[in-house]
Antibody, heavy 116, light 108 residues
Framework: VQLQESGPGLVKPSETLSLTCTVSGYSISSGFYWGWIRQPPGKGLEWIGSMYRSGSTFYNPSLKSRVTISLDTSKNQFSLKLSSVTAADTAMYYC??????????WGQGTLVAVSS | EIVMTQSPATLSVSPGERATLSCRASQSVDTNLAWYQQKPGQAPRLLIYGASTRATGIPARFGGSGSGTEFTLTISSLQSEDFAVYYCQEYYNWPSYTFGQGTKLEIK
């Protein structure tokens, strides 16, 4: 199983951050939750949210009002949208597969900076 | 909201010695706890889940213990590749998660 994040490396303040995670070696429609985690430079990990193939989504309460996670099973991808970004959203963003208690497979991460 | 607190923030240990890292939950999470290792420039790697079960391919020198609110990650006989940052993560309300702030394990 391999995961690969993609998307713009620079987003302007107040705009929407959009990232995609492409999964290979496993069909996301077969099961598992698929999640996003971020890490500001030099800081710790923060779970953003997760989604199941059924469409069930769970979001970090601190980000819930700004986050949308969606699946595209035809492309074997899932996506993250984070609206109204500020400099505090500058981070490495990781996608990962939830094993049902812990994330067993991770992408390499993509750095997103929020700046004008 | 469950808060995870790791201690110490930095731990200095000599190669070949044992390292003991702690993680405390603000309320009971039973054994719904995972540990990760993160090296510079890399994604985290799952070491332990269910508080004490090693993930696939994780060496036996990594051991997890605890339940409720107190957890420990023990690394026996530290190897050079073990010096990294370690995070605990609770999933009592799975699929929601909370991470601890991390412990940096450095060479003494």
């Amino acid at each position: 199983v391999q995961l690969q994040e993609s998307g713009p490396g620079l987003v302007k303040p107040s705009e929407t951050l959009s990232l995609t995670c492409t999964v290979s070696g496993y069909s996301i429609s077969s099961g598992f939750y698929w999640g996003w985690i971020r890490q500001p430079p030099g800081k710790g990990l923060e779970w953003i949210g997760s989604m199941y193939r059924s469409g069930s989504t769970f979001y970090n309460p601190s980000l819930k009002s700004r986050v949308t996670i969606s699946l595209d099973t035809s492309k074997n991808q899932f996506s993250l949208k984070l609206s109204s970004v500020t400099a505090a959203d500058t981070a490495m963003y990781y996608c990962a597969r939830d094993r049902g208690g812990g994330f067993g497979y991770w992408g390499q991460g993509t750095l997103v900076a929020v700046s004008s | 909201e469950i808060v995870m607190t790791q201690s110490p923030a930095t731990l200095s240990v000599s190669p070949g010695e044992r390292a003991t890292l702690s993680c405390r939950a603000s309320q009971s999470v039973d054994t719904n706890l995972a540990w990760y290792q993160q090296k510079p420039g890399q994604a985290p790697r799952l070491l332990i889940y269910g508080a004490s079960t090693r993930a696939t391919g994780i060496p036996a020198r990594f051991g997890g213990s605890g339940s409720g609110t107190e957890f420990t990650l023990t690394i026996s006989s530290l190897q050079s590749e073990d010096f990294a940052v370690y995070y605990c993560q609770e999933y009592y309300n799975w699929p929601s998660y909370t991470f601890g702030q991390g412990t940096k394990l450095e060479i003494k």
